[in-house]
Nanobody, 120 residues
Framework: QVRLVESGGGLVQPGGSLRLSCAAS????????MGWYRQAPGKERELVAT???????DYADSVKGRFAISRDNAYNTAYLQMNSLKPEDTAVYYC??????????????WGQGTQVTVSS
């Protein structure tokens, strides 16, 4: 079983910054991709950013130029640096990881979520 633990959420004023972290642990053989998704009240979960094991990134149009995803493959950890935050960025942010476990079975795991609130 692969477990993801997020941290770094909180309350920030518009224009401020936050950095989210996601640490994966368990029976991991390899992680192909890690990503961040978010879900605002009354809305569906949406992609924020993803990163492959080779460092290829993809972003939602709404966060391009403001957010940056990165990962440390040695520690199975992903980060989301969020700058110039806007009230519309308020949501629960979820980490996702996809890969193979030690028995070469694929996994698609989610974290428990961390709240990000942008408000003055």
């Amino acid at each position: 079983q692969v477990r993801l633990v997020e941290s770094g959420g909180g309350l920030v004023q518009p224009g401020g910054s936050l950095r989210l972290s996601c640490a994966a642990s368990g029976s991991i053989f390899s992680i192909n991709a890690m990503g961040w998704y978010r879900q605002a009240p009354g809305k569906e979960r949406e992609l924020v950013a993803t990163i492959t094991s080779s460092g290829i990134t993809d972003y939602a149009d709404s966060v391009k130029g403001r957010f940056a995803i990165s990962r440390d493959n040695a520690y199975n950890t992903a980060y989301l640096q969020m700058n110039s935050l806007k009230p519309e960025d308020t949501a629960v942010y979820y980490c996702n990881a996809r890969g193979s476990n030690r028995w070469y079975h694929t996994f698609d795991s989610w974290g428990q979520g961390t709240q990000v609130t942008v408000s003055s």
